[in-house]
């Protein structure tokens, strides 16, 4: 199978943590996000080539749906084992994930995120990583 699809995400299990916040997978298994997020309340821009995760909760903040921002190395037989979802974005494409949350592909590979926790019905989650580290961010809205 390609690893090159976009894959509809499943409802997954979350827990938030005093460490991070950990995902449940359908197969069972589990993954840290490590960390106390950043708080954004506008446009997230990754630096170029990162990872780019977006977890977006239900309103009781123990399930929600995890895709992936064009994620190449997950094959898409994997990703529906998960139950993680993905999105392919050619540059200067722009698509809206879920009601509220919508990433933009700009050139030199990098993502710009933007989200309004309101309209999504729950808290929204961007991971940034590679393989050196890892950045957690929240998106709240503005006081």
Do not use: C
């Not at 123990?62 to 990703?79: F, P, Q, S």
């Not at 919508?102 to 989200?115: D, I, L, S, Y």
């Amino acid at each position: 199978m390609s690893a090159r699809n976009d894959v509809a995400p499943s409802t997954l299990g979350v827990e938030l943590r005093e460490e991070g916040v950990v995902v449940e997978y359908l197969d069972g298994r589990t993954t840290l996000y490590r960390g106390v997020p950043q708080k954004v309340t506008d446009t997230l821009r990754t630096g170029p080539g990162k990872e780019t995760h977006i977890l977006v909760t239900d309103p009781t903040e123990t399930e929600g749906v995890l895709m992936y921002v064009n994620d190449l190395k997950t094959h898409d037989d994997i990703l529906e084992q998960s139950g993680v979802g993905r999105v392919i974005l050619n540059p200067d494409e722009e698509e809206e994930l879920f009601p509220g949350v919508t990433v933009h592909r700009t050139g030199g590979m990098r993502n710009e995120v933007a989200a309004d926790p309101e309209v999504a019905r729950g808290r929204v989650f961007v991971f940034v990583e590679d393989d050196w580290g890892e950045q957690s961010y929240e998106f709240v809205a503005e006081d």
